[in-house]
């Protein structure tokens, strides 16, 4: 059993009594605090937006580097010496003799 000390003796309980009927105190607080969700629940669909924003910046800018990547290795690939070379004469057949 936990001991009183002499401040806890010279203070009676509450009786039911002594304290309002309802919390009159908190009676306006409602409205407030339902704002007070909506704006945290708006100011967390704002965050994850500019953060899906964000990473979605970042998959465009990944692919673009990808596809620059794979354009120049299509172009290195290419034999631009045989491009160039003026084509082959045509065979003559001996059909015309």
Sequence with gaps: MPTRTTADAAD???SA???PEGDVGRLGEGPSASLNSQFEAIG???G???ENAVA???????????ATARSV???YALDFAAMLRPPAPA???EKDT
């Design 56 to 66: 979605e910046q970042q998959r465009v800018r990944q692919e673009a580097s990808a």
């Design 73 to 75: 290795q299509a172009l």
């Design 17 to 19: 009594g002594d304290e």
């Design 12 to 14: 009676p309980p509450a």
């Design 91 to 93: 065979s003559t057949t």
């Design 48 to 50: 994850m937006a500019a």
């Design 44 to 46: 967390r669909a704002m």
